[in-house]
Nanobody, 124 residues
Framework: QVQLVESGGGLVQAGGSLRLSCAAS????????MGWLRQAPGKEREFVAA????????YYTDSVKGRFTISRDNAKNMVYLQMNSLKPEDTAVYYC?????????????????WGQGTQVTVSS
């Protein structure tokens, strides 16, 4: 089992940047495919980005391609989401998520574990 704690959210103007961090507990972090999900008010949780166990491959939902970058540091048990050129529609609670079963998970419902979330608000 893994525990996930997100940080780095906040209020930013449109066009700005934020870097989200996710700290994972446990000594087997490298066994987990990791991802970021988000949920806006009144909407379902959606997939944002995913990264494979070694970090060799990354995947993004179309709306964030070219603006967001997911990365991980297995030595530090950390995963990151660099968000640039933020838009008001990126406003949501962002969740870090982990899965031990699959190579990568690009479905918001496919993860076994997720954190408490961090709020990102983008003002226009």
């Amino acid at each position: 089992q893994v525990q996930l704690v997100e940080s780095g959210g906040g209020l930013v103007q449109a066009g700005g940047s934020l870097r989200l961090s996710c700290a994972a507990s446990g000594r087997t972090f490298s066994r987990y495919a990791m991802g970021w999900l988000r949920q806006a008010p009144g909407k379902e949780r959606e997939f944002v980005a995913a990264i494979t166990r070694t970090g060799g491959n990354t995947y993004y939902t179309d709306s964030v391609k070219g603006r967001f970058t997911i990365s991980r540091d297995n030595a530090k048990n950390m995963v990151y989401l660099q968000m640039n050129s933020l838009k008001p529609e990126d406003t949501a609670v962002y969740y870090c998520a982990a899965d031990e079963k699959f190579y990568a998970v690009v479905d918001a419902t496919g993860y076994d574990y997720w954190g408490q979330g961090t709020q990102v608000t983008v003002s226009s």
